[in-house]
C-alpha cells in the first residue's frame, strides 16, 4: 500500500480530525479504523486507491468492550422493558389464573353506570367469596339478580347500604335514585369487591383483543429481530 503523505480519514466530514499516515508496503492492504463514542460509530475503510466510510459490522465481530452509543442504549433500554414487562405480565396472569382456579379470586367487567363515579363502564372488578370475606354495609357485592320466579337475570355489583344474611341485604347503586328490588342473601352473593380496576374491562372486549394480540405478536417480532442483530454483531 502506499498513501503520500498523509491522509484524513473521514475526508467527508472536516469537523473529524483524524489523520493517517502512509508508507510503502509490497502487497497491497486495507485498512480498517473505527472510532466510537455516545454519538455513534465512524468506521473508514482505507484501500489502496481510495477511502470509504462503511460499517464495522460488515468486516469484523465488534469487540464487547467497545463502547455503546445513544441508539443502542435506547435499544437495550427498549428490550430490557419489554423483557421485563413480559414477566411481569406473566406472573400476573399466572397468579390471577391460580387464585381463579381455587376461587380465591373471581373478576368481572362492568357493563353499566349503576355504580359510577366509583366504578365506570369498562372498569374490572375483583371479588372473593362472601364466605371468606362477609358483606358489610358499605361493600360492593355482585350478586344474581332473580326474576320473581327465581330465574336468574344477571349479576349486579351494587352497594350494600342496609340488611343482613339472614333477611337479605339491602342493595343500591350510587348512581341508582332507589334501592333495587331484590334482597339477596348470602346464598345469591357471587362475591365481595376487593379491588378495581379501571378501564382494563375496555382491553378485554373481543374488539380490543382483535388489535392488542397483533400488536403483541408484532411487538415480539421487533424485539426478535433486534436479538438477532445482537447476535451477528
Known amino acids: 500500500m502506499k498513501i503520500r503523505d498523509s491522509l484524513r480519514v473521514f475526508p467527508e466530514d472536516e469537523t473529524l480530525d483524524l489523520w493517517i499516515e502512509g508508507h510503502q508496503t509490497k502487497e497491497p492492504s486495507n485498512i480498517l479504523i473505527t472510532i466510537s463514542n455516545s454519538e455513534g460509530e465512524r468506521t473508514s475503510l482505507i484501500r489502496p486507491n481510495k477511502i470509504v466510510e462503511t460499517k464495522a459490522k460488515y468486516f469484523v465481530a465488534t469487540p464487547p468492550e467497545r463502547v455503546i452509543t445513544g441508539k443502542e442504549k435506547s435499544l437495550q433500554k427498549l428490550k430490557s422493558f419489554g423483557i421485563a414487562l413480559g414477566y411481569v405480565l406473566a406472573s400476573i396472569l399466572i397468579a390471577f389464573s391460580a387464585l381463579s382456579f381455587t376461587d380465591v379470586v373471581k ?56 340488611g343482613d344474611a339472614v333477611t337479605g341485604f339491602i342493595v343500591k347503586g350510587d348512581n341508582n335514585p332507589n334501592p333495587d328490588v331484590q334482597r339477596p342473601k348470602l346464598e345469591d352473593i357471587d362475591g365481595v369487591v376487593i379491588f378495581v380496576l379501571p378501564y382494563l374491562g375496555l382491553l378485554l372486549s373481543p374488539r380490543a383483543l382483535f388489535i392488542i394480540i397483533p400488536s403483541i405478536f408484532g411487538f415480539w417480532l421487533v424485539m426478535d429481530a433486534l436479538r438477532g442483530d445482537d447476535e451477528i454483531k
Open 107 to 162: 373478576a368481572r367487567i362492568v357493563l353499566t353506570e349503576s355504580m359510577a363515579p366509583a366504578i365506570d363502564p369498562g372498569d374490572l372488578v375483583l371479588t372473593t367469596s362472601a364466605q371468606r370475606l362477609s358483606p358489610k354495609i358499605g361493600d360492593v357485592v355482585s350478586y344474581t339478580a332473580r326474576r320473581f320466579d327465581g330465574a336468574p337475570v344477571g349479576t349486579f355489583s351494587h352497594r350494600v347500604i342496609g
